[in-house]
């Protein structure tokens, strides 16, 4: 049975969450406080942390960056909660480690269903396969692992599903559509704009080699081959 942390202030909507994740077969526990939340991690880790950006004492980005700061506590799969107007909020969540971000207001169905993805694809098991290498990049799969130019650059555990899923496609244009279902394992009937923060997101840390991860405009994403004229 997979431990969810929820940390959000609005009690009534805890609450909501926290029936309907105990009905979907989730253990749960409730915080309402950052730093009741850090507590509460402490004391019994959790899988999952569902996390609201906007908390009365410690912000959402400031439990995050203590949870990834924490060595029991840096693999936690990290799930924030924003308003569709937080854009650039989102955006610091990825910076510090976010996995995943579910916009407000949202069906809890979809939010157990995200959650189901999200722990599944962290359970499976990665067979020992050789690096990837493109040019000045290598995405070392078995060792979880990315380098640009040779040094090495950290990623969340979505961006680096994201990187393996279009470096295994090189050249193949992937739409949005195609990644939610293949790398966030969602229904692509789901929202997309996620898709689109974690690829700038993902694009910012690939540094001089940023050209690579290619928009196809109107269709999706895709790596590009460097020595491909």
Same mark, same amino acid.
């Given at each position: ?8 202030? @609005? ?30 991690? +402490? ?77 599944? +694809? ?54 949005? @559509?195609?990644?939610?279902? @293949? ?17 700038? +997101?993902?694009?910012?840390?690939l540094g001089n080699a940023r050209a690579l991860l290619e928009t196809v405009r109107g269709v999706g994403y895709r790596i590009v081959d460097p020595t491909a004229g």
């Amino acid at each position: 049975m997979s431990h969810v942390l929820i940390v959000d202030d @609005e009690r009534d909507l805890a609450e909501l969450i926290d029936f309907n994740l105990r009905g979907a077969g989730f253990s749960t526990r409730l915080a309402f406080t950052g730093e009741a939340a850090l507590a509460a991690a +402490r004391e019994q880790s959790p899988d999952v942390v569902l996390l609201d950006l906007m908390l009365p004492d410690l912000s959402g980005i400031e439990v995050c960056r203590h949870l990834r700061a924490n060595s029991q506590l840096r693999d936690v799969l990290i799930v924030m909660l924003t308003a569709k107007s937080e854009e650039a909020d989102r955006i610091r969540g990825f910076e510090v480690g976010a996995d995943d971000y579910v916009v407000k207001p949202f069906s809890v169905r979809e939010l157990v269903l995200r959650l189901k993805a999200i722990l599944r +694809r962290s359970a499976a098991p990665k067979e020992s396969v050789p690096p990837l290498a493109l040019g000045p990049l290598r995405l070392d799969v078995t060792a979880h692992r990315f380098y640009v130019e040779g040094q090495e650059t950290s990623l969340t555990a979505l961006e680096f599903r994201l990187m393996e899923h279009l470096m295994a496609r090189l050249g193949r244009v992937q739409s949005r @559509e195609q990644l939610l279902e @293949e790398v966030w394992g969602l229904s692509s009937s789901l929202e997309t704009r996620t898709i689109d923060t974690h690829v700038m +997101r993902l694009r910012d840390k690939l540094g001089n080699a940023r050209a690579l991860l290619e928009t196809v405009r109107g269709v999706g994403y895709r790596i590009v081959d460097p020595t491909a004229g």
